[in-house]
């Protein structure tokens, strides 16, 4: 089990990226479905595995699209959220929050 100085994790405006509507990480998706066992077992995976891509850390953002689906030249952002901030939205119970 990782103790919870190596769970503590950085995540800046620089940290990768990735588009919700062609490869959101699979633990935003545990999260958007409420699933959170599912989402409890990535972080701890994570946090056991250094080198192991820490999904916690990734930026999940949501870009405009046009009526058939493509994304807008500009990439105009709707949204940019880490897995943290929809899970917290979702009133999680407390177990995931640790």
């Known amino acids: 089990m990782a103790t ?3 769970m503590v994790l950085c ?5 990768p990226t990735v588009d919700y509507d062609e490869n959101a990480t699979s633990l935003y998706e545990a999260i958007g479905n ?3 066992e599912t989402a409890t077992q990535i972080c701890l995976s ?3 595995n250094p080198s192991q891509r820490n999904e916690a850390a990734i930026w999940v ?3 405009q699209r046009d ?3 493509n994304k807008l030249p500009n990439n105009a952002i709707l949204w940019r959220f880490l897995p ?3 899970a917290c939205a ?3 119970p407390v177990e995931f929050l640790r």
């Open 67 to 69: 009526d058939q689906g």
């Open 4 to 6: 919870t100085a190596s």
């Open 11 to 15: 995540a800046t405006s620089t940290s």
């Open 46 to 48: 994570a946090a056991n």
């Open 61 to 63: 953002v949501r870009y």
């Open 90 to 92: 979702l009133n999680p």
């Open 84 to 86: 943290i901030h929809s």
């Open 34 to 36: 409420a699933d959170w």
